[in-house]
């Protein structure tokens, strides 16, 4: 009959949607400890897989996460996915930080070339129009160019402290000055994120590699 027709059809879609979530659910490597040029092998690594932006993304959200757990910060630590536009959002940034329902920075991770044009974007998109006044871009490896620093020196003089930080850096440096439980939650941070159903298994899989050439296990 036609419902039972529409019954295997249905049953059949959804074995064949747990085939694929299973193959999605790749168990992560985890860390029991790294030392500080460990972890910035780590961090050099990953930041090379290609992953359209989203490997430095969950990075700085572990580590903001990290700041937030370890200081007892009382932070909400807001973030969208990386195909998500912040316009469609109306996100200050990547991440936002926010203290007592306030945004108190916002942040951009990008793998492109900072210039003083695109500050400039940032500043009349974003931050004038929802005043924010401390704004960061983190980059992974190209610096920003002098036009970049000049725009920042210029809001930096009408009261907007815009800055910029290398991924890698910004978060060995901090581990640098704090207890080894700081690595501890970052890594927790990182694996939970990980782990959601949402990011890719090529994503997972780069994570794994990644620790296998830190660590060999």
């Known amino acids: ?9 249905i049953i059949g879609l959804i074995k064949r949607f747990i085939i694929l979530r299973d193959k999605s659910i790749i168990p992560l490597f ?17 930041i090379q897989k290609p992953s359209g932006g989203l490997i430095p993304v969950l990075i700085c959200v572990s580590f ?17 996915g990386i195909n998500v ?3 469609s959002t109306g996100s200050e940034g990547d991440i936002t930080i926010i203290a007592n329902q ?56 009408q009261g907007y402290d815009v800055n910029f930080a290398n991924i890698i850096d910004l978060v060995v440096n901090n581990f640098a000055v704090q207890r ?24 997972k899989l780069a994570w794994n590699e990644c620790v296998m050439k830190v660590i060999p296990i």
């Open 180 to 203: 080894p439980v700081a690595r501890n939650i970052f890594t927790d941070k990182m694996i939970s994120l990980l782990d959601s159903i949402d990011i890719p298994s090529s994503v």
């Open 85 to 87: 536009s912040d316009s």
């Open 30 to 46: 985890h860390l029991n400890r790294l030392s500080l040029e460990q972890y910035k092998s780590l961090l050099s690594l990953l």
């Open 1 to 9: 009959t036609d419902e039972d027709i529409i019954e295997a059809y």
């Open 102 to 157: 306030e945004t108190i920075s916002a942040i951009e991770i990008t793998e492109r070339l900072i210039d003083g044009k695109r500050v400039v974007s940032t500043f009349n998109t974003k931050i004038i129009r929802s005043n924010v006044t401390e704004y960061l871009f983190i980059y992974t490896e190209t610096k920003p160019d002098q036009s970049a620093l000049d725009a920042a020196s210029k809001l930096f003089s």
């Open 64 to 80: 903001f996460q990290m700041l937030d757990e370890y200081y007892r910060l009382a932070w909400k630590v807001n973030w969208q």
